[in-house]
T-cell receptor
Framework: NAGVTQTPKFRILKIGQSMTLQCAQDMNHNYMYWYRQDPGMGLKLIYYSVGAGITDKGEVPNGYNVSRSTTEDFPLRLELAAPSQTSVYFC????WGQGRGDTQYFGPGTRLTVL | KNQVEQSPQSLIILEGKNCTLQCNYTVSPFSNLRWYKQDTGRGPVSLTIMTFSENTKSNGRYTATLDADTKQSSLHITASQLSDSASYICVVITVQTGANNLFFGTGTRLTVIP
């Protein structure tokens, strides 16, 4: 299994541009998550999905959109990029929700800089 | 307010020495607590998961402890190796439904030097 894969690894955007961060998992996991990690801060949940066609907001959803048309893929869309969105973005997945003690698997991250 | 605090922020130790990292939390109601290892430029990797009834769990040279009464956890690393250099993140999960129930600490940055 490849686990959780993310593309691209790095990206520089200009203010106002848009882009999609790709995330895919091949473990048949129900749950998928998007986090951002700012320097010196804990991971913050942006959006999550409990299955294909079902998504919900996390702690910091503003400026982002997601979709989950298949079990495997969970892309994160940034519209009108702002410098405040400069961060490292991690996608993660798990079979069950975290309240059941299930292991969460993380992708390698995408480092995004907005100038 | 649900919070997870880790100490120290950073730590430098000699290869072969032991060390202990601390995690204090105010998250309630408690479901489980995890420790993750995050290498530079990589995603976090799970080390241990402990529920309310577990007070010790080991994974090789890593041993996590949990005191649910005092809301404290520690991660002890034995006979450190250069590859242990990483950030160690404590995550506490509540019993709420959905995924808005994970609370991440800011991590302890461990550097092991030869």
């Amino acid at each position: 299994n490849a686990g959780v894969t993310q593309t691209p690894k790095f990206r520089i955007l200009k203010i106002g541009q848009s882009m999609t961060l790709q995330c895919a998992q091949d473990m048949n996991h129900n749950y998928m998550y998007w986090y951002r990690q700012d320097p010196g801060m804990g991971l913050k949940l942006i959006y999550y999905s409990v299955g294909a066609g079902i998504t919900d907001k996390g702690e910091v959803p503003n400026g982002y959109n997601v979709s989950r048309s298949t079990t495997e893929d969970f892309p994160l869309r940034l519209e009108l990029a702002a410098p405040s969105q400069t961060s490292v973005y991690f996608c993660a997945s798990s079979y069950w929700g975290q309240g059941r003690g299930d292991t969460q698997y993380f992708g390698p991250g995408t480092r995004l800089t907005v100038l | 307010k649900n919070q997870v605090e880790q100490s120290p922020q950073s730590l430098i130790i000699l290869e072969g020495k032991n060390c202990t990292l601390q995690c204090n939390y105010t998250v309630s109601p408690f479901s489980n607590l995890r420790w993750y290892k995050q290498d530079t430029g990589r995603g976090p990797v799970s080390l241990t998961i402990m529920t309310f009834s577990e007070n010790t769990k080991s994974n090789g040279r890593y041993t996590a402890t949990l005191d649910a009464d005092t809301k404290q956890s520690s991660l002890h690393i034995t006979a450190s190796q250069l590859s242990d250099s990483a950030s160690y993140i404590c995550v506490v999960i509540t019993v709420q439904t959905g995924a808005n129930n994970l609370f991440f600490g800011t991590g302890t940055r461990l550097t092991v030097i030869p």
